[in-house]
């Protein structure tokens, strides 16, 4: 069963960084793809980032790209995201994903709320 545990959310001034973690169980981690997802309010999911297994792929949207970085450790099954030069729109609830499918509910974690405001 896969279980996934977001933390590192919080407030952050227009410009500031936040860096988000993922713990993992459940699944194999280190042979997984992993994603991380957003919902802003009254908003639906948005893909922001995802990371191959050894960490030789990666990929960004748009919204995020040259500002967030996703990085994993397999040994100690954790995903991150460090978001710098955050913005007001990148308020949402940003969730940890098992794989590539951000829709899928099973695979996803409670999330992690990020609020971005002066």
């Known amino acids: 069963q896969v279980q996934l545990v977001e933390s590192g959310g919080g407030l952050a001034q227009p410009g500031g960084s936040l860096r988000l973690s993922c713990a993992a169980s459940g699944f194999t981690f280190g042979d997984s793809y992993m994603s991380w997802a957003r919902q802003a309010p009254g908003k639906g999911l948005e893909w922001v980032s995802y990371?191959?297994?050894?960490?030789?792929?990666?990929a960004y949207s748009d919204a995020v790209k040259g500002r967030f970085t996703i990085s994993r450790d397999n040994l100690r099954n954790t995903l991150y995201l460090q978001m710098n030069g955050l913005k007001p729109e990148d308020t949402a609830l940003y969730y940890c994903v098992e794989g590539l499918r951000v829709d899928d509910p099973t695979s996803r974690g409670r999330g992690t709320q990020v609020t971005v405001s002066s």
């Open positions: 990371i191959g297994p050894a960490s030789s792929i990666i």
